[in-house]
Nanobody, 124 residues
Framework: QLQVVESGGGWVQPGESRRLSCTAS????????VSWFRQAPGEERVPLAC????????NYAEFLRRRFTISRDNAQNTVYLQLNSLRPEDTAVYYC?????????????????WGQGTQVTVSS
């Protein structure tokens, strides 16, 4: 059974960057498409970006305006989310999730495995 763990969260100032990691254990991440979501207090979980199993395609939520970039290193069993130009409204718990499919859907209900999340706080 796949397990994924997020890391890299913390406190950052507005305008700064941060890289989040989603590392798999107990199994290879290679067959899975991986997505990142976030959830702010009192709000629903929102899809951000996803990457296909072979890294051949990516998909992003429109509101991000490409401030974030998703990538993967299957040799490291890890998917990354680079967060740039961070704003206070980016403060949330960031989750990664894996779905056993070659493509990626950004659909919450289709995810097979979820991590526990990592908190990102953007504040001056």
């Amino acid at each position: 059974q796949l397990q994924v763990v997020e890391s890299g969260g913390g406190w950052v100032q507005p305008g700064e960057s941060r890289r989040l990691s989603c590392t798999a254990s107990a199994s290879s991440l290679e067959p899975y498409a991986v997505s990142w979501f976030r959830q702010a207090p009192g709000e629903e979980r929102v899809p951000l970006a996803c990457i296909s199993a072979n890294a051949g395609s990516t998909n992003y939520a429109e509101f991000l305006r490409r401030r974030f970039t998703i990538s993967r290193d299957n040799a490291q069993n890890t998917v990354y989310l680079q967060l740039n130009s961070l704003r206070p409204e980016d403060t949330a718990v960031y989750y990664c999730a894996a779905e056993l499919t070659s493509g990626c859907t950004l659909v919450t209900s289709r995810m097979d495995y979820w991590g526990q999340g990592t908190q990102v706080t953007v504040s001056s």
